[in-house]
T-cell receptor
Framework: DAGVTQSPTHLIKTRGQHVTLRCSPISGHKSVSWYQQVLGQGPQFIFQYYEKEERGRGNFPDRFSARQFPNYSSELNVNALLLGDSALYLC???????????????FGPGTRLTVL | DAKTTQPPSMDCAEGRAANLPCNHSTISGNEYVYWYRQIHSQGPQYIIHGLKNNETNEMASLIITEDRKSSTLILPHATLRDTAVYYCIVKDYKLSFGAGTTVTVRA
């Protein structure tokens, strides 16, 4: 079975540009979460979507936005890129809402974004 | 806003058990303890989780103290492929990762 897939694997942008990252969850999973991992740190929660609605948001500026489509895939958008947005962006999918008492999250390989 | 404390690093000899401690003194009654690991440049991988009882699966064992304020992840026979950053997480609706423990398994 295919795991969580993300595209692209690597991306180079310049400051001020916009970027869209994509995630396809495991078949049957309805929840997608996005995390940002800066080099040397643990992943930081950005968004959670379930059934196409935002169910949680981390401490990130409004330049970050996301959406989930009817097929449960998701996009993360970042506007007005800053050098500090350079990071590994991870997508995780789970069967149900991540607030459920047991709900393992499966992570994709991530998209490495470099902002120059 | 991580709710756990882990040592930054530890070494382990190949074939020996690796015991990874975690403190979570502010855990509330219905919060689970999860362990994930992240091998270099890959996405985090789920290992095990528990509430109050000890748990074991094919990857590891999880020992949770009776007061639930700390836990230990045990890798029974560490291999070189177990070299990774290990994260202990007290889970609410999201996974709040701290800095984790960098485990290096040496031959």
């Amino acid at each position: 079975d295919a795991g969580v897939t993300q595209s692209p694997t690597h991306l180079i942008k310049t400051r001020g540009q916009h970027v869209t990252l994509r995630c396809s969850p495991i078949s049957g999973h309805k929840s997608v979460s996005w995390y940002q991992q800066v080099l040397g740190q643990g992943p930081q929660f950005i968004f959670q979507y379930y059934e196409k609605e935002e169910r949680g948001r981390g401490n990130f500026p409004d330049r970050f936005s996301a959406r989930q489509f009817p097929n449960y895939s998701s996009e993360l958008n970042v506007n007005a890129l800053l050098l500090g947005d350079s990071a590994l962006y991870l997508c995780a999918s789970s069967l149900t809402l991540a607030g459920e008492t047991y709900n393992e999250q499966f992570f994709g390989p991530g998209t490495r974004l470099t902002v120059l | 806003d991580a709710k756990t404390t882990q040592p930054p690093s530890m070494d382990c000899a190949e074939g020996r058990a690796a015991n990874l401690p975690c403190n979570h003194s502010t855990i509330s009654g219905n919060e689970y303890v999860y362990w994930y690991r992240q091998i270099h440049s890959q996405g985090p991988q789920y290992i095990i989780h528990g509430l109050k009882n000890n748990e074991t699966n094919e990857m590891a064992s999880l020992i949770i103290t009776e007061d639930r304020k700390s836990s230990t992840l045990i890798l029974p026979h560490a291999t070189l492929r177990d070299t990774a950053v290990y994260y202990c997480i007290v889970k609410d609706y999201k996974l709040s990762f701290g800095a984790g423990t960098t485990v290096t398994v040496r031959a």
